[in-house]
């Protein structure tokens, strides 16, 4: 058996998403071996990310300010919001710089099994956004599974009202596919494929 | 294609074997002894599936630390391929393929198996969701387009359960699913009555072949709705919310089997359902292998106890084209000339 503050840190540790037990072991013991200082910087960062980290007000990417990069750049397109699932997917659009203009980051997808309903997702603030005449068109970039079509029929029905252009992004992101693992060059095709819904 | 060699090691009760293949195999034993084991190990050694039981951890011998099973198979092509699957009681299936890592669902449509078990005369008398299977599974195989479509199909209806069922179901996104739902039910259900279309001469004959007499074999598919899914699961929508079921869509279609012009389910005598049994799984071999190049092994379960001697010389005849691997509690005289191998105890004891 391992000291009880060596199982405690392998027990934490295995509750990260992707890590299983043999990982856990295998983190924890490489931390133990590497001393004292390294484990604080480790800490440290843990500490800062978790405190400093929060939701762009706008639109609920991750930030260190009220404001996002994205949101806060004068020099990006604020007339066009790409619509998406979750902050890694606007992580994949930057990587790719083929997109000027601002996100929308929903907090996930309907999915009914999951208790995951339309009123869980940052939609009202998505209308909000919409109000006057900056924005000019919706880009609905949730991802081809059968939740990210269902949200998007959603959204499409939602938005309509307030009369911009809504296109969905076509092709290229594979069936059941996750944003997250599309390349760059991919996600810039499908951006360019994308076609008007309204 | 033909599977050449097999072994296995901590399956159900054999604790290892070692088997070379012929192209027609007879497995012969007392019940329990191992026969339908090894046959299933067939099974599960080219697509990862077993015919017994959904629950592959179930194959574990008792006692054992893991199952394996590995196969060499050779293809029309004349290409040989080994397959090896593997699993303890702490990590599910494992399948290599050539060495390479591959998913367990790949396996189906390059090594088509079918597989006829005695339970299977439940396609002519038994509930829907059988023939549906029955229908979906040659698909599948067929066509990845349709088993993509199947896998969505399965996953709205499952989101929609889960919709109906919950406290307070937003409106908007019940009709969304119901949409995503009819239009996947229009293409599954054309999809079925198509394969059914290529299905009714092949079974038909087939059927004549076993049987020796001219029969008439006639298919028709029922659909759940009358002329529009969508309309018909609107029109249903309270009744779906009481039951917390949805009672349109292709999950809820049909098709019947008429022998002579009369519902076979209502009518076939014993021995007329069991060859019409029959003939549905030899038929839907030979659509496989139109479909997908390669002509399916044939795994037949216990078949020829019920069979009185002309009608299995019938039916050896009729399957000559397919490698065949025969389970049987005693040796069948027509079938000197199959390579047969002594099963007891979950061993081979001669071949
Ligand atoms: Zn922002």
């Known amino acids: 058996m391992y000291p009880a503050s060596l199982s405690k840190l392998m027990d934490e540790l295995s509750r990260l998403p992707g890590i299983g037990p043999k990982s856990a072991q295998r983190i924890a013991l490489f931390m133990v071996k590497r001393g004292p200082q390294d484990a604080q910087r480790l800490a440290e960062a843990l500490l800062a990310a978790a405190a400093n980290t929060k939701r762009c007000r706008e639109c609920f990417s991750l930030s260190e300010e009220d404001l996002c990069g994205v949101c806060a750049n004068a020099g990006r397109d604020h007339s066009v919001i790409c619509v998406v699932e979750e902050p890694r997917d606007v992580l994949a659009f930057e990587r790719g710089m083929s997109f000027r203009g601002l996100y929308h980051v929903l907090g996930g997808v309907i999915s009914p099994m999951d208790g995951i309903g339309p009123e869980q997702l940052h939609l009202g603030e998505l209308l909000n956004r919409l109000r006057g005449d900056t924005v000019k068109e919706v880009i609905l970039a949730t991802s081809s599974t059968i939740e990210g079509e269902a949200t998007a029929t959603y959204l499409a029905k939602l938005i309509a009202p307030a009369g911009v252009n809504i296109s969905r992004l076509a092709t290229g992101v594979p069936v059941g596919g996750d944003l997250d693992y599309v390349d760059e060059v991919t996600l810039s095709r499908a951006l360019d494929g994308r076609y008007r819904v309204t | ?351």
Request: proline share 3%; aromatic share 8%; charged share 25%.
């Open chain 2, 1 to 351: 294609m033909n599977v050449v060699t097999l072994q296995v090691e901590g399956f159900r009760n054999i604790e290892a074997a070692d088997l070379l293949f012929q192209t027609r195999n007879l497995l012969v034993g007392p019940n329990g002894a191992g026969k339908t084991s090894i046959a299933e190990a067939v099974a599960v050694a080219l697509n990862g599936r077993s015919f017994r039981t959904f629950d592959l951890a179930m194959l574990l011998r008792r006692g054992a630390d893991y199952w394996r099973t590995v196969a060499t198979v050779n293809q029309e092509d004349n290409s040989t391929h080994r397959i090896a699957i593997s699993a303890t009681s702490q990590q599910r299936e494992r399948v290599k393929l050539d060495d390479r890592n591959v998913r367990i669902t790949q396996l189906a449509t390059d090594f088509p198996v079918v597989t006829f078990i005695p339970e299977d005369r439940d396609l002519v008398v038994g509930l829907p969701g059988i023939r549906r299977e029955y229908l979906d599974s040659i698909l599948a195989r067929s066509d990845p387009s349709v088993y993509r479509l199947l896998s969505r199909a399965a996953k709205i209806l499952k989101q929609r359960r889960n919709l109906i069922r919950s406290n307070n179901p937003d409106i908007v996104t019940l009709d969304i699913f119901d949409e995503e739902l009819a239009s996947a039910s229009i293409l599954i259900s054309d999809a079925r009555e198509n394969l059914l279309g290529y299905l009714q001469g092949v079974v038909e004959e087939f059927n004549q072949r076993i049987t020796g007499r001219s029969e008439e074999v006639c298919f028709r598919y029922l659909r759940s709705w009358k002329n529009d899914p969508l309309s018909d699961l609107k029109a249903s929508r309270s009744y779906d919310f009481r039951t917390g079921s949805t009672s349109v869509g292709f999950h809820r279609d049909d098709f019947i089997i008429e022998l002579n012009g009369l519902p076979a389910k209502s009518t076939a005598s014993q021995g007329q359902i069991r060859s019409l049994a029959i003939a549905l799984r030899v038929g839907s071999a030979q659509v496989l292998q139109n479909n997908i190049g390669e002509p399916p092994l044939l795994i037949l379960d216990d078949v020829f106890a019920e069979f009185d001697r002309s009608r299995a010389a019938r039916l050896v005849t009729a399957i000559g084209q397919y490698q065949t691997i025969a389970t049987n509690t005693e040796h069948v005289d027509i079938m000197d000339d199959w390579s047969v191998y002594e099963i007891s105890g979950g061993r081979i004891v001669s071949h």
